[in-house]
């Protein structure tokens, strides 16, 4: 059996695309990492929860991660076909070391009801991220040192009430709840007594939602497409470690040099949870270990067309071994 490694290539070719602009796009993204590390751009996956009964708009999850697929050299010729014509090779420890993880591969299920548990497990995650949420927010709101801090000192009544109020999708107020600031507390600390914080709990749910995928590749048509693909990936939002945030938003600076990259895909709109906003205002830059961390830093080999082998060469320097896929 030949060896492994993950495999990082980019970028996929666009419909009426030339085999050259593939090219100097993907020369682009390669300059951009040298200069950024990996930018994690925002993706909206559709659930289908209708056949369900759960609801009848899809569920929609926002995931930002990078992705990356276990083959060997012979495997990588026809891989780069269909995601495009720079490979970056990785040693596995080298990524598991920074958080890559695989792929869980869900159907989007078939009409019978056996067929929709994955999709079960996704909407259920996403519930429960929801109650985590919430659960965080009374955390907060509830005690009473965190608010004067955020009042700056102002006094407030020891026997405060928190008012809750339960909003529909048309923002119409359904409930109102008003409790005690001190009962909530209290009930908060019995759920939490010996269990992990529910902001960990958050970032938790955050990683199951980013690692489910659809088996579908709706690129090619192919039922399980995706499936088939020995799929790996990085991720970041909602997720800190030692207090640090896994991805970091983009500088102003820095959304200008990933629009000069392709500002067609960067300044799309996505709408995610009634909001919309632009790729570029939803993307994260990976650190997973310090501010300065790159991802060249740390890669076995470039494999590329020879064609650009000197382009690449000039954008990373001669330290990076620099292969043709056989």
């Not at 559709?46 to 369900?52: K, Q």
């Not at 993880?101 to 999709?119: K, N, R």
């Not at 008003?178 to 902001?199: E, H, M, R, S």
């Amino acid at each position: 059996m030949q060896p492994t490694s993950f495999i990082h290539s980019f970028p996929r070719p666009q419909k009426d695309e030339s085999e050259v602009q593939v090219q100097q796009r993907a020369l682009k993204i390669l300059t951009l990492i040298k200069e950024l590390g990996f930018v994690m751009a925002p993706e909206v996956v559709e659930w289908n929860s209708e056949m369900m009964g759960l609801n009848k708009k899809p569920l929609q999850i926002l995931q930002r991660r990078v992705c990356f697929t276990e083959i060997n050299a012979s495997e990588l010729k026809e891989h780069s076909k269909q995601f495009g014509p720079i490979a970056l090779s990785f040693d596995k420890t080298v990524l598991r070391d920074v958080g890559a993880m695989p792929v869980i591969y869900s159907p989007q299920g078939t009409g019978g009801p056996l067929s929709e548990l994955a999709t079960f497990a996704v909407k259920a995650a996403s519930a429960t991220k929801h109650v985590m949420s919430q659960f965080q927010e009374l955390k907060v709101s509830s005690d009473a040192t965190t608010v004067q801090s955020k009042l700056q000192g102002t006094p407030i009544d020891p026997d405060y009430l928190l008012e809750l109020t339960n909003t529909n999708s048309q923002g119409k107020v359904d409930a109102i709840f008003k409790i005690k600031a001190a009962d909530a507390k209290g009930l908060l600390q019995y759920v939490g007594y010996n269990n992990i914080p529910f902001d960990h709990s958050i970032g938790m749910f955050n990683i199951f939602l980013n690692m489910f995928y659809p088996t579908d590749n709706l690129h090619n048509n192919e039922s399980l497409g995706y499936y088939r693909l020995r799929e790996w990936r990085i991720i970041a939002g909602d997720l800190n470690i030692n207090g640090k945030p896994l991805g970091r938003t983009l500088t102003p600076e820095e959304i200008k040099k990933v629009i000069a990259v392709d500002p067609t895909f960067w300044n799309k709109s996505v709408k995610v949870d009634g909001k919309t906003q632009q790729r570029k205002e939803l993307a994260l830059i990976y650190q997973p270990t310090t501010e300065n961390w790159n991802p060249l830093d740390h890669i076995e080999a470039i494999y590329a067309p020879s064609t650009i082998h000197d382009q690449i060469r000039a954008i990373v320097g001669g330290a990076i071994p620099i292969h043709t896929p056989a």
